[in-house]
């Protein structure tokens, strides 16, 4: 008889750069820039040629999406109005790249709670919204970083990278193809963001997130069961970045804001929510779990209002900070590792036995569902 395989999570880790930017801090910065920029084209914008730019506010910030201030890896360049972007000096090709920096940084979290040894495991996925280059893949040198013997690849479903890294992962050890796999998103998004743009300057942060997934034969005696896991996607321009090796133009030129993050927020937020809490409520049926009893949902990390919606129609009531924790207030939407914080920051003091969701959603659009309890 083949052996049967069950995937766990063993453990996470969790890389948080050091300099963060408050809105207060980011508002002053962009109105700066609006003011200098209407001031150097006031001629062309009384002619009627240029439209004026309008300030940005602190109070629209919060309100509109949760967030009061984010971590990133380059603060001054972001704040400077004349650079608006997040700058260091470049790397030479013998020198660690950044975002396998960070992502080396949580995976040793992750190996480390889990008592794993590097070599012991088997692959390493490097689950992101950005690479930072097209080849060789990011994973393969965050492997090699690691001193791990197996095979690594990169993967970008944009904010469901992880949840899609998880479900990769838990089918690798399901089939036996692999015992131990690291799902490690270094999410940079300070660098896809258009600083420029009062409608999305504030929505983002950086961060790395690991998330070791294991064959319960070798998982540490507490880890989550993988109840179950789903994956969605559906086209849409609503979210959508250019950027590409095909158009080289630089994403801050002007006339090249598509190269970099934009959206359409309202309809985001209106066709997003529906079909993440249909998907949640179909999978926990397909599951025989009851909805209504999930201990913690650590939801994608976008906007409280979005999370606020899907958690109500899961749980069928309001959800408070502890069934449906935020850490969107202190690192904005972090693209594919916000739920991994939240599940990260928040899952110790979850009793054995106790069942959660693990949920994110995105640009494609992409969604994906990971339902776990805890052990031990
Ligand atoms: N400061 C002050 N006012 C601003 C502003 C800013 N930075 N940005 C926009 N506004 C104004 C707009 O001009 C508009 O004014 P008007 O009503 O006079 O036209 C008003 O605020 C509302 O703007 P809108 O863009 O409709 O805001 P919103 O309430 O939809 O909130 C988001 C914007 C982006 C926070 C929200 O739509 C959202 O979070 N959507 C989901 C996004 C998401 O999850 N994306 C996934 C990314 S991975």
Known sequence: MQPTHHPVISSTGLFTPQES?????????????VAKFNADNADAIAAGEVESLSASSVEFIEKASGIKARHVMSKAPILDIDTMAPRWPERSNDEISVLAEIGVIAAKEALERAGRDAK??????????????????MAIEIQQALGIDGFGFDMNVACSSATFGIQTAADYVRSGNARSVLVVSPEITSGHLNW?????????????TAVLVEDSSIAPAQHWDILGTKLKTVFSNNIRNNFGFLNRAHPET????????????????????P???????????????????LRRMWLHQANTGMNRLIAHRVLGHE????????????????????SIIAFHLHGADLKDGDTGLICSFGAGYSAGTVFVRKVG
Not at 196 to 208: K, N, P, Y
Not at 275 to 293: F, K, N, S, W, Y
């Open 319 to 338: 959800a408070n900070e502890d069934e449906s924790p935020t850490v969107l207030d202190s690192y904005g939407n972090t693209s594919s590792a916000g």
């Open 21 to 33: 930017i408050s809105n207060a801090e980011l508002v002053e910065s962009f109105n700066a820039y």
């Open 120 to 137: 012991d495991v088997d692959a390493v996925l490097c689950a992101a919204s950005n690479m930072e280059r097209a080849y060789p893949a």
């Open 275 to 293: 079909m993440v809490a249909q998907m949640i409520v179909d999978e926990a049926e397909r599951l025989e779990i009851d909805p209504t009893g």
């Open 196 to 208: 420029r743009d009062r409608d999305s300057h504030f929505i983002f942060g950086d961060v790395a």
């Open 254 to 273: 002007a006339g090249n804001a598509d190269k970099l993050f934009v959206q359409e927020g309202r309809k985001v937020f209106k066709e997003v929510v």
